[in-house]
């Protein structure tokens, strides 16, 4: 093919491709993301009192302080897991909106981070009631 040819092929493609038709076209590409960050959820366990009750229960300081080991373990195993099911939440509601919902998609980010902290609270303060309740009973 001359050079010519490929002139009049490029031109012809440039104007097919800025035609008023194509641009009204939906995007195949997945939304643009709003770019406002946010803070994670804090997964922090409580430990008030924690030490004091195993002690009242009629722990020894060295039970009291293994249990005490036990349910911070058992909290940090639950923040990972609530730590990944945020993500995996926070990524599938990023491709729930467009550009200009930047507004809308941060109060939904919030509201995400706020419920993962919520449900890592409950979660962690029934383990801490089930601990002392199997101590009671023992």
């Known amino acids: 093919m001359a050079a010519?040819?490929?002139?009049?092929?490029?031109?012809?493609?440039?104007?097919?491709?800025?035609?008023?038709?194509?641009?009204?076209?939906?995007?195949?590409?997945?939304p643009p993301l709003p770019t406002q960050a946010i803070e994670p959820p804090r997964f922090e366990p409580s430990l008030v009192g924690l030490h004091d009750k195993l002690m009242q229960c009629g722990c020894s300081a060295e039970a009291a302080r293994a249990l005490e080991a036990v349910y911070e373990d058992s909290c940090?195993?639950?923040?990972?897991?609530?730590?990944?099911a945020f993500?995996?939440?926070?990524?599938?509601?990023?491709?729930s909106f467009r550009a200009g919902?930047?507004?809308l998609y941060h109060e939904w980010?919030?509201?995400l981070v706020l419920a993962f902290e919520r449900q890592y609270q409950e979660s962690a303060a029934r383990m801490h009631s089930r601990l002392?309740?199997?101590v009671r009973s023992a």
Request: hydrophobic share 35%; charged share 15%; aromatic share 4%.
């Open 76 to 84: 940090r195993q639950l923040a990972s897991q609530c730590a990944a």
């Open 101 to 103: 919902e930047g507004a």
């Open 4 to 30: 010519a040819e490929y002139q009049c092929v490029a031109a012809s493609a440039e104007a097919l491709l800025s035609h008023s038709a194509f641009r009204c076209l939906p995007s195949l590409s997945p």
């Open 132 to 134: 002392l309740d199997e």
């Open 87 to 95: 993500s995996t939440g926070l990524h599938d509601l990023s491709r």
């Open 109 to 111: 980010q919030h509201s």
